[in-house]
């Protein structure tokens, strides 16, 4: 086969400019995305399309040629969150922005041209953009809810863990830190898998590697906004100390730097990965590796539901599968999913910081003051702004940040309120079973008695595990030991703190009313109008759809 070398040399010479260009653009692409949320009028965001066109068209170029694209593919993500911010702005309208000239592009063939052109025309050097490669198709009108996140998730797969769904998406696109962990094969990967799906362009995948490997892909790692960790021992395991202390810096909103001398000429090569990164892992709890003390302050767990009711829905979604083909299948349409794709590039690109909440000053007054709450209620309230810019079409803007509603604080209460307690007063995924056992008698129990009653209605649990959990309730109190250590039984120890999960939501509503009557009084109307609906603030229910009423 002949091959053409000079048509090579020129792809090989637009490549290295292309790779230049995009380089560029990842170190501007936030103050692009901070000029596209503050831009006030079309005229603006007309004048920033322009400026993106170029970048859009060097996708378009390579879309033909696999090799070089899937070169290029790392850098794109900045060029598709500004694109994806772009037409959340404009609301999705095809061809919103066409005047002017192109004033960026060194190529005048682009010149009058925008993203919309290029991405649905499929101009460019190489010709049209393949049919079917639709991820940087304009979405169409489709809503983006938590019904049709949901209807992704099982699309994908996905069975049950709406709970974990749900939170996991909100923390992921806040770029918050956190873990699914659960016994092994209970569905970590499960849940995680589909939601990188939604954000690839922005992961870095950190895996078993060698011990300083990790260390010097600081480019790579500084391109993305969220670093996944499948199966956390392994990284760490691999490489010592290195990626634990990385993680920590991480989590903890610091740079980590690793300095290195040569032996050469003793010069210092110092490698950077820059802080505002997202941390997503995940752990089985068969592991004998337990995280660092410091890092599990920095993150929060979800657990998988390794009820015995979850896996037999499990099963009847695998036995009804194999009809599929049939109909009556619920996938979500092509706009639907395009819609959900765009949504998430452009939650993600709000970033960690930008909402206000004042419903936590009546909400913090119900928080145990125990010493992990210091860190754990951030991660509550997190979640409730992390809610509040999923939403954020539907949510009142102020400044730049977005204010939570009353259904935000409702849903991050409703799915994550009793782990946040638990996790504040040093309980376990067991933990509650265990004690709910022991406060039915006054006997002491052994781990063989607790393992046989937890094994009615969980599945995945080994008397090792009940052991340890057992062992880390006597520690902190809950738990009386009875016996030597190695042979102990357990009774009934200290009982847990009261605290009134279910929260008097019109309670909460009136002393938010307050705070921003007192600190804001010209926001309170757009704000609480939005929420009403009939003289009333209806709050649904994130999975049940059960409506409660609030006065306003």
Known sequence: ????????????????????????????????????????????????????????????????????????????????????????????????????PVTASRRPELSGVTIDDLLDDGRGDEGAIDEGQGEEKTPQTARVDLDLLLRYYKQKGVVGEEKNLVLATFAALNRQHFGIEGPSGSGKTFIVEPLIALIEDEVYRMELAARTAETYNTDEINAKRIIYVPELQKAVKGSGFLVTEMLKNLTEGKDFVRRVKSPRDDTVTAYRIGAGKGVIYTLA???????????????????????????????????????????????????????????????????????????????????????????FI????????????????????????????????????TLYGKQFLMSILKVPMLGEGIMERLNGTADALSPDDIYAYLRTDRTGITKTLVKETMEELADVGYLERVGPRRESQYRKGESLQAFDSKVDWQACWDAAKEVILERAPDLYEPWAGHQTEGGALLLVHPLKGTVTAVKP
């Open 1 to 100: 086969m002949m091959v053409d070398i000079s048509k090579e040399c020129y792809l090989l010479m637009d490549l290295r400019e292309a790779r230049s260009m995009l380089d560029r653009y990842a170190t501007a692409s936030a103050s692009v995305d901070e000029r596209i949320r503050a831009a006030d009028t079309k005229d603006e965001l007309a004048s920033i399309e322009r400026e993106l066109v170029p970048y859009v068209a060097i996708l378009s170029r390579f879309k033909r040629t696999p090799v070089y694209h899937n070169l290029l593919s790392s850098r794109f993500g900045p060029v598709k969150r500004s694109v994806a911010l772009l037409k959340g702005r404009l609301g999705g309208t095809k061809g919103a922005c066409r005047s002017g």
């Open 285 to 375: 709890f068969e592991n004998d590796f337990k995280k660092d003390v410091e890092l599990s302050r920095r993150v929060f767990q979800l657990y998988t539901d390794i009820s015995k009711e979850h896996n037999q829905r499990v099963i009847d979604y695998i036995s009804d599968s194999q009809c599929r083909g049939l109909g009556g299948e619920e996938g979500l349409t092509p706009a639907e999913e395009a819609a959900l794709y765009a949504h998430a590039q452009e939650v993600l690109a709000f970033g960690p910081e930008g909402f206000i909440n004042p419903f936590a000053r009546y909400l913090g007054a119900l928080v145990p003051p125990e010493n992990k709450a210091k860190s």
């Open 378 to 413: 951030s991660y509550y309230y997190d979640l409730m702004g992390s809610s509040a810019k999923f939403f954020h079409q539907d949510r009142t803007m102020s400044g730049g940040s977005v204010l939570v509603d009353l259904q935000d604080a409702y849903t991050v209460h």
